[in-house]
């Protein structure tokens, strides 16, 4: 089922094997956030960035080389100790960032993640960077279309597929908001996303259930994922009053928008301011 563990060797890993340790560390930090892919792969990011890749059979994938140079050196995994890779890895991440390309958007969509994460709130969110099967939307394959953030309305009774942008610096040119929501709509039209986006949606919540990543289960969610409408909106976060006036004045009425403050201390998504 789309991206869950079809193949248990992974998922046993995890649980009660080898990489039991990986698991807790990514549990127990807030920074961390544990993805579900296809063909059987789980990933770690920081900030947005990779920094893990985890197989059923082949050895996990580290930290890209590109990350480091000659002063820092790729850090090695101890399986018992996975901490200590961890710490090394997003310190080169930091370094990386403040050197090549600092961009707050990673953190504030992580946080967008942990703090969407409860059955409470309006929007769950289920997982981030979510990407369809490039070589079936032919015109778009060498763009490598990535949603941000994939969620459920459980208000609307919704598969949301949400698009961050922060500040007004981030609205315009190939990756604006005119542009985002050509690609979805490139996508939902297509005759195998809906199904294929409701399976991995599924298959999303099973795996992280299973490894204790959440506290609730897909019949928990209060209506049938494999019923539900699909739909597209933009999380502004704005800096100051004024961006949000300008922000409303270009797009408010043009596209579905959640706002929140980039200085709030909770970033819980709404739809009703």
Not at 47 to 59: C, D, F, G, V
Not at 204 to 222: H, N, P, R, T
Request: net charge positive; glycine share 4%.
């Amino acid at each position: 089922m789309g991206r869950s563990f079809s193949n248990n060797r992974l998922l046993d890993k995890l649980i009660k094997g080898e990489y039991l340790q990986i698991l807790n560390c990514v549990k127990n930090d807030d920074d961390l956030r544990f993805e579900m892919r296809i063909d059987n792969q789980a990933k770690v990011y920081y900030k947005k960035s990779l920094i893990m890749t985890l197989y059923p059979i082949r050895q996990p994938k580290l930290i890209a080389t590109g990350y480091c140079n000659n002063k820092r050196l790729q850090p090695e995994l101890f399986l018992n100790t996975p901490e200590f890779y961890f710490e090394s890895a997003k310190k080169l991440v930091e370094c990386h960032k403040s050197e090549v390309k600092k961009n707050i958007e990673f953190a504030i969509q992580q946080k967008i993640a942990k703090d969407n994460n409860s059955l409470l709130n309006q929007f769950l969110v289920i997982d981030m960077e979510y990407q369809f099967a490039q070589a079936k939307v032919k015109s778009r394959t060498n763009d490598k279309t990535r949603f941000d953030l994939l969620a459920l309305d459980l208000k609307g009774k919704k598969i949301m597929l949400l698009e961050l942008k922060q500040g007004i610096g981030s609205l315009a040119g190939n990756a604006g908001v005119d542009d985002h929501f050509r690609r979805y709509q490139e996508h939902v039209l297509h005759p195998q996303f809906q199904s294929a986006l409701k399976e991995d949606v599924t298959g999303i919540i099973w795996s992280k259930a299973q490894l204790g990543l959440c506290e609730y289960k897909v019949s928990d969610i209060g209506f049938q994922i494999d019923q539900a409408e699909i739909d597209y909106a933009y999380v502004f976060a704005h800096h100051s009053e004024s961006e949000l006036i300008k922000y409303k004045q270009l797009f408010g009425l043009k596209f579905t928008t959640l706002y929140l403050g980039v200085n709030a201390d909770k970033y819980i998504l709404k739809d009703d301011i």
